[in-house]
């Protein structure tokens, strides 16, 4: 009678289990992931209902997410993503601070870029909504010619060339940080850059091509489009009445909604057209983040011009 295994059934004996294992682990850590997510979606939550407290008792959105703590959030770890390994605020670089508007539902107030090995990004809508959404690739091309770079969601770009998904292409003059490009729940792409506060002088050229969301975010305004072609400069300069930010938004095809962030007016730019919206914003210039929706107080100037 045969006694115990032969070599190559042991080796399959093995490999049977070897397989097992991993599957084991890949859902203990899909597992684990999905945990953290999960975490992530419910601080997502209570920041907006937190926000939303706020509206009620001020009349306005926060400047910054700090400014809940400690009335309307009361644990500061609701500010810490469960899958960010720093410590501390992980939600503020993400954070944009919106004129609150119905007609706007559907529109963007706070990202977290960090799930599933950056495969899957927390989005929170400003009909309070929170999904998870696919990421797509943004690549960086220094000249026309050089070899892309894949960006990442926060990072700050100076000069160059930004190629998304859907074939829009920004070309860079000046500082410019990458919100985030990913997929809405109408299955669209929606892509956010935005210029920091504090930029001197900067300029973006936006080429961008079929029914995806494209906003360029800047201490004065927020401009939105669907399918267009317009230049944004973005000029910072200090004088006796402090530090003032003027956006200049030139539409060469299509139209650009352009929502100011002092009052919340919103201006209809249509091909040819030009407009400056001029606002005072704060005395300390923070570079590393979404800009901050300026201070409620004049001066707060629009111009147009064809």
Same mark, same amino acid.
């Given at each position: 009678?045969?006694?115990?295994?032969?070599?190559?059934?042991?080796?399959?004996?093995?490999?049977?289990?070897?397989?097992?294992?991993? +599957?084991?682990?890949?859902?203990?850590?899909?597992?684990?992931?999905?945990?953290?997510?999960?975490?992530?979606?419910?601080?997502?939550?209570?920041?907006?209902?937190?926000?939303?407290?706020?509206?009620?008792?001020?009349?306005?959105?926060?400047?910054? +997410?700090?400014?809940?703590?400690?009335?309307?959030?009361?644990?500061?770890?609701?500010?810490?993503?469960?899958?960010?390994?720093?410590?501390?605020?992980?939600?503020?670089?993400?954070?944009? #601070?919106?004129?609150? &508007?119905?007609?706007?539902?559907?529109?963007?107030?706070?990202?977290?870029?960090?799930?599933?090995?950056?495969?899957?990004? &927390? &989005?929170?809508?400003?009909?309070?909504?929170?999904?998870?959404?696919?990421?797509?690739?943004?690549?960086?091309?220094?000249?026309?010619?050089?070899?892309?770079?894949?960006?990442?969601?926060?990072?700050? +770009?100076?000069? $160059?060339?930004?190629?998304?998904?859907?074939?829009?292409?920004?070309?860079?003059? #000046?500082?410019?940080?990458?919100?985030?490009?990913?997929?809405?729940?109408?299955?669209?792409?929606?892509?956010?850059?935005?210029?920091?506060?504090?930029?001197?002088?900067?300029?973006v050229n936006i080429e961008h091509h079929g029914d995806s969301?494209?906003?360029?975010?800047?201490? &004065?305004?927020?401009? #939105?489009?669907? #399918?267009?072609?317009f230049n944004v400069i973005n000029e910072w300069t200090n004088?006796?009445?402090?530090?003032?930010?003027?956006?200049?938004?030139?539409?060469?095809?299509?139209?650009?909604?352009?929502?100011?962030?002092?009052? $919340?007016?919103v201006e209809t730019v249509n091909s040819g057209e030009k407009?400056?919206?001029?606002?005072?914003?704060?005395?300390?210039?923070?570079?590393?983040?979404?800009?901050?929706?300026?201070?409620?107080?004049?001066?707060?100037?629009?111009?147009?011009?064809?």
């Amino acid at each position: 009678m045969k006694k115990g295994f032969s070599l190559i059934e042991t080796l399959i004996l093995c490999l049977i289990g070897f397989s097992i294992l991993i +599957l084991i682990i890949g859902v203990i850590s899909n597992s684990r992931e999905f945990a953290r997510t999960m975490g992530c979606i419910n601080n997502m939550k209570n920041i907006s209902q937190a926000i939303e407290n706020y509206q009620v008792d001020w009349r306005e959105t926060p400047v910054t +997410l700090s400014s809940l703590i400690p009335v309307y959030i009361q644990n500061v770890n609701v500010l810490h993503c469960p899958s960010d390994r720093e410590k501390g605020d992980s939600y503020s670089k993400f954070y944009i #601070g919106r004129y609150f &508007a119905e007609a706007d539902s559907n529109k963007i107030f706070l990202l977290c870029p960090r799930h599933f090995r950056g495969e899957r990004i &927390a &989005a929170a809508y400003l009909s309070y909504a929170v999904e998870i959404a696919k990421n797509k690739k943004i690549q960086y091309y220094e000249t026309e010619y050089s070899s892309p770079q894949i960006v990442k969601p926060g990072e700050i +770009l100076s000069r $160059g060339i930004l190629k998304f998904e859907d074939n829009t292409k920004v070309t860079l003059s #000046g500082k410019t940080g990458v919100l985030g490009s990913f997929t809405n729940p109408e299955g669209k792409i929606y892509s956010i850059i935005y210029i920091p506060e504090g930029e001197k002088n900067s300029t973006v050229n936006i080429e961008h091509h079929g029914d995806s969301k494209f906003e360029v975010i800047t201490p &004065a305004v927020i401009a #939105g489009v669907e #399918g267009t072609k317009f230049n944004v400069i973005n000029e910072w300069t200090n004088d006796t009445l402090g530090n003032i930010d003027k956006t200049t938004i030139s539409v060469i095809e299509g139209t650009v909604n352009a929502r100011e962030r002092n009052q $919340g007016r919103v201006e209809t730019v249509n091909s040819g057209e030009k407009i400056e919206i001029i606002t005072k914003t704060y005395s300390d210039a923070k570079t590393n983040i979404v800009p901050r929706k300026p201070p409620k107080q004049q001066p707060h100037i629009i111009k147009r011009k064809k």
